[in-house]
Nanobody, 126 residues
Framework: QVVLVESGGGSVQAGGTLNVSCLLH????????MAWFRQAPGKEREGVAALSWRGGRTYAEFVRGRFTISRNDAENSLYLHMNNLTSEDTAMYYC????????????????????WGQGTQVTVSS
């Protein structure tokens, strides 16, 4: 059974830094494409960053230069390092995974991933 567990959310002041993690259970990064999504109250879920099995990274324009997606194969974990946070970044953050036999996903930030975590809350106060 595949289970994704996010952690590391919390509250931070604007301009601060926060890291969120996603631990994978029942699956490894082999032939796996991953992404971070977020959803704020009253808004649609949006793709934030994606990491292909081949190591390619995709970022939404609104986080490019501030957020970094990475993974640690030995720890079976995906990470999102967030810098220079603003109140607009306040949301529930979810990790998502999809088996990608070709090593990448087209439109990775809009793809309908199969596996999802339960989310971790990030709150940025101004």
């Amino acid at each position: 059974q595949v289970v994704l567990v996010e952690s590391g959310g919390g509250s931070v002041q604007a301009g601060g830094t926060l890291n969120v993690s996603c631990l994978l259970h029942g699956i490894t990064f082999t032939n796996l494409c991953m992404a971070w999504f977020r959803q704020a109250p009253g808004k649609e879920r949006e793709g934030v960053a994606a990491l292909s099995w081949r190591g390619g990274r995709t970022y939404a324009e609104f986080v490019r230069g501030r957020f970094t997606i990475s993974r640690n194969d030995a720890e079976n974990s995906l990470y999102l390092h967030m810098n220079n946070l603003t109140s607009e970044d306040t949301a529930m953050y979810y990790c998502a995974a999809e088996r990608c036999a070709f090593g990448y996903l087209p439109a990775a930030l809009q793809y309908s991933y199969t596996y999802w975590g339960q989310g971790t809350q990030v709150t940025v106060s101004s």
